[in-house]
């Protein structure tokens, strides 16, 4: 690609990689269950995207694409490492295939989970918060707060079983309509 | 449905406790059986994705969220007086319940240990729970079998039944009755065993302790050091030595290890599987002894030598595939990667001419590969061999005039009889010696650490 197509192509990348990305993070996750892992891999295949970028065929799922990146990032990070959790490509293909067949579920349970986050408590969604923004760890509030860490690793546990109760009924209900 | 709460259990710890090996290899096994925990995982990780998404707002937010929490805190002092009375019904039920041994057990506790159990167990009491976890505070009574606790700290312990012990946490268990073998590596070092009698710190690797039924205890050192404690004072054992205390805590005079005490457990963490019977195991030497001096004629030999470590590099190594294997059918080489938890044993026979040895053994995991040439065998001497035995030639310093190879490309029909096979199950090895004199012929064996599951 010319300098200047690389650089129209890189808004565009861009544009499609924000969209894609969480789908990519869900994925990766999904494969390795390490958050850091999972960060880690997530970068690697945004850079890895954007450099095959010239390679992608614009009438496919950019998401897709970016997933198969992300799978073969996996496959080479567990050979690797023996004590993740996806050792076997027979079982990392079981699971995209069937996030591939659960992708509508996942949507769905998605937009539930926007739902339930609006009912839960200021206090329960601050726990939440503190868990999963970047930077921050339970220990540190903990630590700062002056609340012991097993109380607000339990105080977690609650609101993650809590939420994902919510999540489950309300797309029962949807199903059910 | 039980694989299911159970995984859910597992996916609601916290991330420091879930992302363990020993969460991640549980977490594996029930997703892998079993579709619907697959379908559970898959939404669970698209759950917290979402979460992480839905919160991965300013950074800057940092302030807030530690004066909301604090907040919490106070209003939740505020209810402070209301609660103690609470506090004290719960407390008065909670006592009742837990004199009645039926206190109900706390979800997502964490997991102070995973039992690998290669054989079936007779429990004699509570069941563990399903998939081998072990939460702190489990008592565990088997009458019949053998098992291994892996416990989170990275220690390992072999028991043979009858064997009655408690699981305190990942660092401390409580041996009422019974054999207990304890591996513990480097990092676990303070890893504790206690008896009514006497309280054992490891401050080293390998140990064992025996509490007879009228609360008797016994420690014995195999390798490394403990600090044995009781009511009249603490002493320190070294590898080789052995401490008896009576059940009033008074100890007796300190005395010779008895490796052979121990032999059952040692197999166990070995991955020896019982009935092996054609092959002679040797004892676990507890002093310093040459490799020549503990083979004796008339039987093939096998010395375990290293139970449960990280190889530190990757080792190229004889594969583990099925088939026979000679002088002219080498078997090809296989790497272990660097980082996997292995076991070692050295099978050897021979030494000086006698009629053919023959015998098979069986391991309760898989074999990944095999040390054979003098080179293989040399290299991993000091690394994955016993610690007190003296090979051969230390360092590849030639010191012996026998020949450790098992397989010698080109020469005469008598070396070349050398054989052995592994089994299609990738458990099992067949050996077969037919050596001439002046020929020790050696085959170090490594074994997966792990028992592969049902």
């Known amino acids: 690609m010319e ?3 690389r650089q129209s192509g890189h808004g565009e990348f861009i544009r499609l990689w924000t969209a894609a990305s969480h789908r990519v993070h869900t994925y990766l996750l999904t494969m390795v269950l390490s958050w850091a892992d999972a960060e880690d891999l997530l970068q690697e295949v945004g850079v890895t995207a954007w450099e095959k970028f010239d390679e992608y065929d614009r009438q496919r799922d950019f998401a897709a694409w970016a997933c198969g990146i992300a799978r073969n990032k996996v496959l080479s990070f567990n050979q690797l490492v023996w004590h993740r959790l996806v050792q076997s490509s027979d079982l990392l293909d079981r699971i995209a295939q069937e996030i591939e067949v659960e992708s509508q579920v996942l949507e769905q349970q998605n937009e539930a ?10 206090g329960d969604r601050r726990i939440l918060q503190a868990r999963y923004t970047p930077g921050m760890s339970l220990k540190k509030i903990a630590q700062e707060a002056g609340r012991p860490l097993q109380g607000l690793y339990k105080s977690l546990q609650r609101i993650h079983a809590q939420v994902f109760d919510c999540v489950t009924r309300r797309m029962a209900m949807g199903r059910d309509r | 449905m039980k694989d299911r709460d159970a995984l859910l259990n597992l996916l609601q710890l916290p991330r420091e406790a879930r992302e363990t090996p020993i969460v ?3 977490i594996r096994q029930l997703i892998a059986r079993d579709d619907e925990a697959l379908r559970l995982y898959i939404r669970w990780a698209a759950f917290e994705a979402s979460l992480s998404r839905a919160f991965s707002g300013d950074p800057s937010e940092r302030s807030q969220i530690v004066s909301a929490v604090r907040r919490q805190r106070n209003q939740a002092f505020g209810q402070w007086i209301g609660l103690m009375l609470t506090l004290l019904l719960i407390s008065v039920t909670g006592f009742y319940l837990w004199s009645r041994g039926s206190f109900p057990k706390e979800a997502g506790v964490p997991i102070a240990a995973q039992l690998d159990t290669p054989e079936q167990i007779l429990w004699g009491g509570k069941e563990p729970e399903q998939l081998g976890i ?4 489990t008592r565990l009574n088997a009458l019949t079998g053998r098992f291994l606790l892996r416990l989170d700290s990275g220690a390992v312990a072999a028991c043979t039944a009858p064997v009655d012990l408690e699981v305190v946490d990942g660092w401390e268990l409580f041996v009422h009755r019974g054999d207990v073998c304890v591996q513990v590596p480097q990092q676990a070092r303070g890893f504790r065993v206690n008896t009514e009698a006497v309280k054992v710190v490891d401050l080293g690797t390998l140990f064992g302790v025996r509490v007879d039924d009228e609360g008797r205890a016994e420690v014995h050192v195999l390798e490394g050091r403990v600090q044995s404690t009781t009511r009249f004072g603490s002493q320190d054992l070294t ?3 052995a401490q008896k205390v009576d059940n009033s805590g008074r100890p007796e005079k300190i005395i010779p290890a008895v490796g052979e005490m121990f032999s059952t457990q040692l197999s166990s963490l070995a991955g ?14 507890v002093s310093p ?3 020549e001096d503990l083979n004796q004629e008339g039987t093939i030999h096998l010395l375990m030598e290293r139970a449960q470590i990280t190889l530190d590099t990757t080792l190229e190594i004889a594969s583990s595939l099925p088939g026979t294997y000679d002088a002219q059918h080498l078997p090809k080489l296989t790497k272990i990667p660097k980082d996997a938890l292995v076991s070692t044993c050295l099978i050897m026979g021979g030494k000086t001419s006698s009629a053919p040895l023959g015998g098979t053994i069986t391991f309760d995991r898989p074999i990944l590969g095999i040390a054979l040439s003098s080179s293989q065998l040399d290299m991993t001497d000091r690394r994955y061999g016993h610690r007190l035995v003296q090979y051969l030639n230390p360092e590849g310093v030639k010191q012996s005039s026998l020949s450790r190879v098992f397989f010698t490309e080109g020469t005469a029909a008598a070396t070349t009889a050398n054989r052995f096979t592994i089994h299609p199950d990738g458990r099992t090895l067949t050996v077969h010696i037919d050596s001439a004199s002046g020929e020790f012929p050696q085959l170090r064996v490594f074994i997966a650490a792990r028992h592969e599951g049902p």
């Open chain 2, 272 to 285: 020896i599987a019982p009935g092996t019977d054609s092959i002679r195991i040797l004892p676990h030497p």
């Open chain 1, 113 to 122: 989970l926007f739902f339930c986050l609006q009912r839960l408590n200021e």
């Open chain 2, 134 to 137: 072990v939460r702190p505070g």
């Open chain 2, 24 to 26: 991640f290899s549980t």
């Open chain 1, 3 to 5: 300098p200047t197509a």
């Open chain 2, 239 to 241: 590898t080789g030595f």
């Open chain 2, 289 to 291: 002894v040459r490799i």
